[in-house]
């Protein structure tokens, strides 16, 4: 029968004495079996077809079978079964009760089937488990409870409404759990409190804003989520508020697309931030408060967003990374968006990479060359750029390199950014020889104006010369007197 060439596919496959000792063990147990027992052995790993040569080029999606694969290469030398099962049209009663899978399974895949329950699987080395795409309904309780090694477990793009506080229960080396696309509205009280490793949850894409609108207290600390949570991810949950703030060790935070009112709850050790598709029409103020180790801020898509008020990214020193692709009519960035006191030097900045692709933005005011000192990166493609003198100042950044291509003035039409020299960043009045020649004379016009007219005025106040006509005798003291030179001591 087929269980007796499992063991030896693994003997083949096994690197170890040991292994292959303790393999050859169990075989000359299996083996020594009466034969009904060894059929009960292979109904129980009826997932794997183990007859056929491993990874049989004739091996069909459509057989009763999955796709049973040995792999040495497992970090431990050891053998790995990864078994996928995808597509394989498996219903609930493909189940017999428990479900012992094959020996060293590591993986098993059971996404898009038709499974509307959790299937009970026991297996010691099971990583990896896949469920996406079902239509289950429930996580009952401990129904992971014999999976003590699972890592990571899918189960998004199914139908589950709750989740309870024993669904995860056992899962202690659990690191990601995966339950978006789904319908949860409620999430039991500890429900998290067994996934002691979790450093992954995602929830995106469920019903649970009302949850948490009702649920005053923080998200950790109702669900019992351990501090290693890393990523939370819970885009478009219809969420207007989320407290995380005990969530001490969490980094990356992916909370788009929801009707978010506010944002003040975050963990202030947060470094990277998804908030696209945010209806906020305007960024006001200390939007983000005091986030002091952010370093991403992702604001994709925000479909009426038309400005970034002064100081709106305030207190945001490590931030290096802003991304508003697609923000269509984000059109105004206020000069005083990192706050005065970059312009005065206080702090540094490090923004690095700018993207405001696709936004509306025309301009951007040279009093932002502070903030700007760092950059190394400014995407502005398919913005409509005027590129005027007011924005000479960014061509002229040392090290910056800008994408972006200009729309008005018409002389730079179509004109890539980076290609145009400084000088011809000109404002209209700069633009055409006619204006300075009109400013040339008109100038002269009126220096000749001034001239003529202080003229005018000094030949007004002057004292006119009185002249006065004497007649002068010949001893009249104003008469000439002729002085001999020897006489003159006598004078
Ligand atoms: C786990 O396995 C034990 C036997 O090994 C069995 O009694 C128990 O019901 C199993 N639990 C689950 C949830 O599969
Ligand atoms: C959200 O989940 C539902 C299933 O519950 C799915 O049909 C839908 O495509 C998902 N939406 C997105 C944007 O992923
Ligand atoms: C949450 O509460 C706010 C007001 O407190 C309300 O405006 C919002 O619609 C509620 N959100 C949900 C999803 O119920
Ligand atoms: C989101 O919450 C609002 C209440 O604030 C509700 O009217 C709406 O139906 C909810 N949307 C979804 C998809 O649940
Ligand atoms: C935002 O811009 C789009 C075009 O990109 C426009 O259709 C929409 O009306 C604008 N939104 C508002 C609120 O004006
Ligand atoms: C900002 O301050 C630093 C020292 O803290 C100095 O090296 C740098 O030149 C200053 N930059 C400007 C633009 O004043
Ligand atoms: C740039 O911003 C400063 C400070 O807000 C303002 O005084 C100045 O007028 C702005 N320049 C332009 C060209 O808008
Ligand atoms: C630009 O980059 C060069 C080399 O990468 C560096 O030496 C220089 O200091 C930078 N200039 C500025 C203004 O940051």
Request: glycine fraction near 6%; hydrophobic fraction near 40%.
């Amino acid at each position: 029968m087929s269980w007796p060439k499992v063991v030896l596919v693994l003997l083949v496959a096994a690197g170890g004495g040991a292994v292959r000792a303790q393999e050859a063990d169990e075989a000359v147990e299996s083996t020594a079996l009466p034969d009904d027992v060894t059929d009960v052995l292979v109904s129980v790993s009826h997932l794997c077809h183990f007859e056929k040569p491993l990874q049989d080029p004739t091996d069909l999606d459509g057989d009763q079978y999955c796709d049973c694969d040995v792999h040495s290469s497992g970090p431990s030398g050891l053998p790995e079964v990864h078994i996928d099962c995808r597509r394989h049209q498996l219903r609930d009663d493909f189940w017999q009760g428990y479900e012992q899978l094959p020996q060293s399974t590591v993986r098993l895949d059971l996404a898009y089937n038709a499974l509307t329950a959790v299937p009970r699987l026991s297996g010691e080395t099971l990583q990896y488990l896949r469920l996406a795409h079902n239509q289950i309904t429930a996580v009952p309780d401990k129904v992971f409870a014999n999976l003590s090694s699972l890592q990571e477990l899918d189960l998004s793009g199914n139908r589950i409404e709750l989740l309870g506080t024993d669904a995860l229960a056992g899962l202690g080396k659990l690191k990601l759990i995966d339950l978006s696309d789904n319908r949860i509205a409620s999430i039991e009280v500890n429900a998290f409190s067994n996934a002691l490793a979790l450093h992954r949850l995602v929830l995106s894409n469920n019903s649970l804003g009302a949850f948490f609108n009702r649920t005053e207290s923080d998200l950790y600390l109702r669900l019992g989520v351990t501090n290693r949570l890393a990523v939370l991810e819970m885009q478009r949950c219809n969420l207007s508020d989320i407290n995380l703030a005990s969530g001490v060790g969490l980094e990356r935070a992916l909370l788009g697309h929801n009707p978010l009112q506010q944002l003040s709850n975050l963990p202030k050790q947060l470094s990277h931030l998804d908030v696209s598709g945010t209806p906020i029409r305007s960024l006001p103020a200390r939007f983000l408060p005091h986030l002091l180790h952010l370093e991403t801020l992702i604001m994709q898509d925000m479909p009426i967003l038309y400005t970034l008020e002064q100081y709106a990214l305030y207190g945001l020193p490590r931030l290096a990374m802003l991304n508003l692709q697609g923000s269509r009519n984000l059109s105004t960035i206020h000069a005083h968006v990192f706050g005065q006191n970059v312009v005065r030097n206080e702090t540094d900045t490090e923004l690095k990479r700018l993207i405001l692709k696709g936004t509306n933005i025309r301009t951007l005011n040279s009093t932002l060359q502070p903030a700007f000192e760092n950059l190394r990166l400014l995407d502005i493609r398919g913005a409509p750029l005027r590129c005027d003198c007011e924005l000479r100042w960014l061509r002229e950044l040392p090290n910056l390199t800008t994408l972006g291509i200009c729309v008005r003035p018409s002389a730079l039409r179509e004109q890539r950014f980076g290609m145009i020299e400084p000088h011809q960043f000109q404002c209209r009045a700069e633009q055409f020889w006619i204006y300075t020649v009109f400013n040339v004379v008109l100038a002269i016009l009126l220096i000749v104006l001034i001239s003529v007219g202080i003229f005018l005025i000094v030949r007004a106040i002057r004292p006119k010369p009185h002249v006065q006509l004497r007649m002068v005798g010949a001893n009249s003291p104003y008469a000439r007197v002729t002085i001999e030179p020897n006489r003159a001591e006598v004078l």
